[in-house]
Nanobody, 121 residues
Framework: QVQLVESGGGLVQPGGSLRLSCAAS????????MGWYRQAPGKQRELVAN???????NYADSVKGRFTISRDNAKNTVYLQMNNLKPEDTGVYYC???????????????WGQGTQVTVSS
């Protein structure tokens, strides 16, 4: 009942920036936390950052000071501004949202399809 679509990935040189977006749609009653995960080649999926409906944020140590997560509740959209990108930031970035659909009385985790981020010269 809830779909997430990421956009904004691509190829960027080290030191460059990208801005990822994730828009939620469907029969949404409410969305609590939203976040970004990534999976680098040969590694497990890891949390990059998340943000609550009230605006509290959490970041992985590896991205603190470089990435900023934000959200627009009116648009059901979460963003990830990535600055000073490094080759080790390369991977597939997945959007996640803890949301309740109208037809349910519980919250579940929804995932986007992922968007590729490649940091290379």
């Amino acid at each position: 009942q809830v779909q997430l679509v990421e956009s904004g990935g691509g190829l960027v040189q080290p030191g460059g920036s990208l801005r990822l977006s994730c828009a939620a749609s469907g029969t949404i009653f409410s969305i609590n936390a939203m976040g970004w995960y990534r999976q680098a080649p040969g590694k497990q999926r890891e949390l990059v950052a998340n943000i609550t409906s009230g605006g509290s944020t959490n970041y992985a140590d590896s991205v603190k000071g470089r990435f900023t997560i934000s959200r627009d509740n009116a648009k059901n959209t979460v963003y990830l501004q990535m600055n000073n990108l490094k080759p080790e930031d390369t991977g597939v970035y997945y959007c996640a949202a803890d949301a309740r659909a109208y037809s349910t009385d519980y919250i579940r985790r929804y995932w986007g399809q992922g968007t590729q981020v490649t940091v290379s010269s």
